[in-house]
């Protein structure tokens, strides 16, 4: 499982790279800009859950080893 999220948070920080090259900073709000803009905060909140997910899992391990 560590794996498989260490992929998935590779993927999305990847997502945020791509996503940062179709931002316009003429215009952020329009177009290609707004869908990366979009793909910019999905991405981040990919990554924060699996964050998030990963320190679950060692606190529940921690817990099943007392």
Known sequence: MKIFTSILIVLALALIVFNITLLDFNSL??????????????????????????????????????
């Open 29 to 66: 709000f329009t177009g290609d800009s707004l869908v990366g803009l979009i793909g910019i905060a999905a991405s981040f909140c990919a990554v924060f859950i699996l964050l998030i997910f990963r320190m679950s899992k060692m606190i529940e391990e921690k817990t099943k080893g007392n």
